[in-house]
């Protein structure tokens, strides 16, 4: 009885009366998106990157179009601090990108942090300690008194290192403050905390806000509960508008997805994740799926998977790690249908998408509109062809091969013509027990029915001559 060992988790005390907000909201911009790839991610690889992948995936990262990413932990080790100098130092960050590192909350760390940043034109100081009562109970041995005091001293240093830094070398900083195990966070005491945060900060403006990262650290709930927490600070922290409320799903219960887009329903203004949803257990949020899932509803995310293997080549190569072949959006079969009951749907929905395209480019009226069965979104926006579509094997039906013939010998053929040669395709697949590629369909249609530039045994036209019709024809 598994209620005799686990807590099920405690419901947001909203004020009596209140009306949630986010189930009524709908996502029609995209938000600031966070790659973490070079940070939360590679700490959760076997063989973390060197510092020469860092900067290969780095600038995939900038390629797609990411404009805040972060980058190192430099204060952990040299090689951290020297990506983040080989960065700066090698003119490596547009104008228009910010870098983020992160730092604990320990005097010496931030310092070393700091200093790894000079000379950024803008950076992020990533300052964060975990408040839930778990941690402070059992590994800090923290009141909720202690674990105030000891961060607003973390912001206090960063607050005069980061302006000693900004006299030396101009670099402007942003203070991304992290509640580490948000989601298992007393609400209440999380609004308190970030309060005195942005209280000790005393600079956030609505042109120069600070950043308040609610990490779902591990994710112990369902999604719509994660949306009350991020509600509940969002409507209750002050300074809204000098505030940017940062969601960072981890994927535990394998809902990060929801959890993220929950979350900006209920007040999220940035996304921090990974490309493929890398990170430590089961990973950060998939940037990718999310992305993507916004285009397919008409929201530009302004990032550029237009190129998606390419991307989810380079990924792979640099984690060396590999994507599942039923991946959302990225794997190999995702745009590709076996059953014939999905092949005659999107056999019939090409054909009508089709007719209705041809028709808005006749008339010049009317929009192309994507509206297929099964397929949400077209590959080709993603770089993809229409060639795996239709996949033939024994669970398939006539639709599929004679898609396959139609696409590749231009023959359209007729439907008790389709029933009779499927029957041919069923039985060879039955007894390989593998799919028919492309070339045996129509190899052996060429076979089935002698459709060949060579006499076959059947009739076929030996010669012809012209001869002139008699004038009273």
Not at 11 to 38: A, C, E, H, I, M
Not at 70 to 94: C, K, M
Not at 242 to 260: L, M
Request: aromatic share 10%; glycine share 6%; proline share 6%.
């Amino acid at each position: 009885d598994p209620s005799t060992k686990y807590l099920p988790y405690t419901n947001v005390s909203f004020p009596k009366g209140y009306v949630r907000q986010w189930p009524n909201n709908r996502t029609t911009v995209s938000p600031t998106w966070l790659s973490t790839d070079l940070r939360d991610g590679n700490q959760a690889l076997a063989n973390p990157m060197s510092n020469s992948t860092k900067l290969e995936l780095f600038r995939t990262l900038v390629k797609i179009g990411f404009k805040e990413i972060e980058v190192a932990y430099p204060s952990a080790s040299d090689q951290e601090y020297n990506f983040v100098r080989s960065l700066i130092d090698g003119g490596e960050i547009p104008d228009d990108v910010t870098i983020q590192v992160v730092t604990p909350a320990r005097p010496e760390l931030i310092m070393r942090s700091i200093q790894s940043l000079a000379g950024a034109k803008h950076a992020i100081v990533h300052l964060y300690n975990a408040v839930s009562p778990v941690f402070r109970e059992i590994v800090f041995k923290n009141t909720k008194e202690d674990t105030i005091k000891l961060t607003l001293n973390a912001v206090c240093l960063v607050k005069k290192l980061t302006e000693e830094e900004m006299a030396r070398s101009g670099t402007r900083f942003t203070l991304n403050y992290g509640l580490e195990a948000f989601s298992q966070t007393e609400p209440e005491f999380a609004v308190e905390l970030a309060n005195e945060v942005l209280e000790e900060w005393g600079t956030a403006t609505p042109e120069n806000k600070i950043i308040f990262n609610l990490a779902a650290t591990v994710e112990c709930a369902p999604s719509n509960h994660y949306a009350d927490l991020v509600e509940y600070f969002s409507t209750n922290i002050q300074k809204r508008d000098s505030v940017i409320v940062s969601i960072h799903p981890h994927n535990d219960r394998g809902t990060a997805v929801a959890a993220a887009e929950l979350g900006l329903l209920g007040g999220g203004d940035r996304i921090e994740g990974c490309l493929l949803g890398n990170g430590e257990r089961t990973g950060n949020v998939d940037l990718i799926t999310l992305a993507l899932n916004m285009y397919s509803q008409g929201v530009p995310p302004r990032l550029d998977f237009s190129n998606l293997q390419e991307i989810v080549a380079q990924v792979c190569k640099c984690n060396e790690m590999a994507t599942p072949v039923r991946y959302p959006y990225a794997g190999q079969l995702v745009y590709s249908a076996f059953s014939g009951t999905h092949q005659d749907g999107i056999k019939k929905g090409l054909d009508a998408q089709a007719k209705r395209w041809e028709e808005v480019d006749r008339t010049g009226s009317g929009k192309k509109f994507w509206v297929m069965p099964y397929i949400p979104l077209d590959p080709k926006d993603l770089g993809y062809g229409y060639e795996n579509f239709i996949r033939v094997s024994s669970q398939s039906g006539k639709a599929g091969t004679a898609y396959v013939v139609k696409q590749n010998l231009l023959l359209d053929l007729p439907r008790r013509m389709q029933v009779s040669f499927y029957q041919v395709i069923q039985r060879e697949c039955e007894r390989t027990s593998k799919e028919m590629s492309v070339s045996s369909i129509t190899s052996m249609f060429r076979s089935t029915y002698c459709v060949s530039s060579q006499p076959t045994g059947r009739l076929y036209l030996h010669e012809y001559r012209f001869l002139p019709l008699p004038p009273s024809s």
